[in-house]
């Protein structure tokens, strides 16, 4: 964090003036997207739930502003954090003047209280998710960048793809997810044994999906030889997100009654799929590798 005696510099600093005003602009989104209508329909106020979506899209564009700058990406996104607290601020003092105004003097003084801690609170949590999402884009997006995963034999190389064991995260999701897959639809309808196995297969199944996305983008944009294969990260980690976004949004359209459920399927199917493929790639272009090397 920023010492408090450094604020008067870090706010006429250039540098950061960027990130101070993209917090700023994330301010009217996060108080729009949390209004929420009071029971009394002649009566609006701004409810407690907060959206995250304003900043966490405040941290990417934070983090892809300043991953190639001499400002530190995370200290931008602290000042971010600090600006976009502006908004959960006003919802919770918005809610509170509601409350004060609807309900008797004890609640009303309960609820000043409750809401300098739910501001203090919202301000943490706000600096924390710009940050880790200015911090995820600067770590994401330079891994994306064909050019530096395509480097020559002669160029050093932290960690080669060859010794990698994200794969193995990869391979385990590969072999892991029909089984889950077949424990839950058949499983969760089941009364008795079965239904166990299905919030089984459901336990296993959501973590294991996470980790091996990120097994994947580790594998697929780690660097390799530039005269080797080098695999299109947009298709191997693009495919499975993409997949959830269009089914989550055709069963909105079609008034399905849970549609992430349906994304969420597109998901696990899309990423299985990419899965095995890149599995079978990896192995035929290791074997080629090793053929070239003797």
Same mark, same amino acid.
């Given at each position: 964090?920023?010492?408090?005696? $450094?604020?008067?510099?870090? +706010?006429?600093?250039? *540098?950061?003036?960027?990130?101070?005003?993209?917090?700023?602009?994330?301010?009217?989104?996060?108080?729009?997207?949390? #209004?929420?209508?009071? $029971?009394? =329909?002649? @009566? !609006?106020?701004?409810?407690?739930?907060?959206? /995250?979506?304003?900043?966490?899209?405040?941290?990417?564009? @934070?983090?892809?502003?300043?991953?190639? %700058?001499?400002?530190?990406?995370?200290?931008?996104?602290?000042?971010?954090? +600090?600006?976009?607290?502006?908004?959960?601020?006003?919802?919770?003092?918005?809610?509170?003047?509601?409350?004060?105004? /609807?309900?008797? /003097?004890?609640?009303?003084?309960?609820?000043?209280?409750?809401?300098?801690?739910?501001?203090?609170?919202?301000?943490?949590? *706000?600096?924390? !998710?710009?940050?880790?999402?200015? @911090?995820?884009?600067?770590?994401?997006?330079?891994?994306?960048?064909?050019?530096?995963?395509?480097?020559?034999?002669?160029?050093?190389?932290?960690?080669?793809?060859? =010794?990698?064991?994200? #794969?193995?995260?990869?391979?385990?999701?590969?072999?892991?997810?029909?089984?889950?897959?077949?424990?839950?639809? &058949?499983? &969760?309808? =089941?009364?008795?044994?079965?239904?166990?196995?299905?919030?089984?297969?459901?336990?296993?199944?959501?973590?294991?999906?996470?980790?091996? +996305?990120?097994?994947?983008?580790?594998?697929?944009?780690?660097?390799?030889?530039?005269?080797?294969?080098?695999?299109?990260? #947009?298709?191997?980690?693009?495919?499975?997100?993409?997949?959830?976004?269009?089914?989550? $949004?055709?069963? *909105?359209?079609? *008034?399905?009654?849970?549609?992430?459920?349906?994304?969420?399927?597109?998901?696990?199917?899309? &990423?299985?799929?990419?899965?095995?493929?890149?599995?079978? %790639?990896?192995?035929?272009?290791?074997?080629?590798? /090793?053929?070239?090397?003797?």
């Amino acid at each position: 964090m920023v010492p408090l005696r $450094a604020l008067p510099g870090e +706010l006429t600093d250039e *540098s950061v003036r960027f990130a101070i005003l993209v917090g700023l602009a994330s301010v009217p989104f996060t108080v729009g997207l949390s #209004w929420q209508p009071s $029971a009394d =329909d002649a @009566v !609006v106020t701004v409810g407690g739930r907060i959206s /995250s979506l304003p900043l966490l899209l405040a941290g990417l564009l @934070v983090g892809f502003r300043y991953r190639r %700058r001499a400002v530190d990406t995370r200290r931008a996104g602290v000042w971010a954090g +600090l600006v976009a607290a502006i908004g959960p601020g006003l919802v919770y003092a918005a809610n509170a003047v509601a409350t004060v105004r /609807s309900e008797s /003097s004890e609640l009303a003084a309960l609820a000043v209280v409750s809401t300098v801690g739910s501001i203090a609170i919202g301000a943490v949590l *706000s600096v924390f !998710v710009v940050t880790a999402g200015a @911090v995820f884009a600067d770590w994401v997006l330079p891994r994306l960048d064909r050019d530096r995963r395509a480097v020559d034999a002669r160029d050093d190389i932290d960690r080669p793809v060859a =010794d990698s064991r994200w #794969w193995l995260v990869v391979a385990a999701y590969a072999l892991a997810a029909p089984a889950c897959v077949g424990a839950i639809v &058949l499983g &969760l309808p =089941d009364d008795g044994v079965g239904f166990a196995f299905g919030l089984l297969g459901l336990a296993v199944l959501g973590p294991l999906a996470i980790v091996a +996305l990120v097994g994947l983008f580790i594998e697929v944009t780690a660097p390799r030889g530039r005269d080797g294969w080098i695999p299109n990260a #947009w298709a191997y980690v693009g495919v499975p997100i993409g997949a959830y976004v269009l089914a989550a $949004a055709g069963a *909105s359209l079609q *008034s399905a009654r849970d549609p992430s459920g349906y994304g969420i399927a597109g998901f696990v199917v899309a &990423l299985w799929i990419a899965a095995v493929v890149y599995l079978v %790639r990896r192995r035929r272009h290791s074997a080629a590798l /090793s053929i070239r090397r003797r």
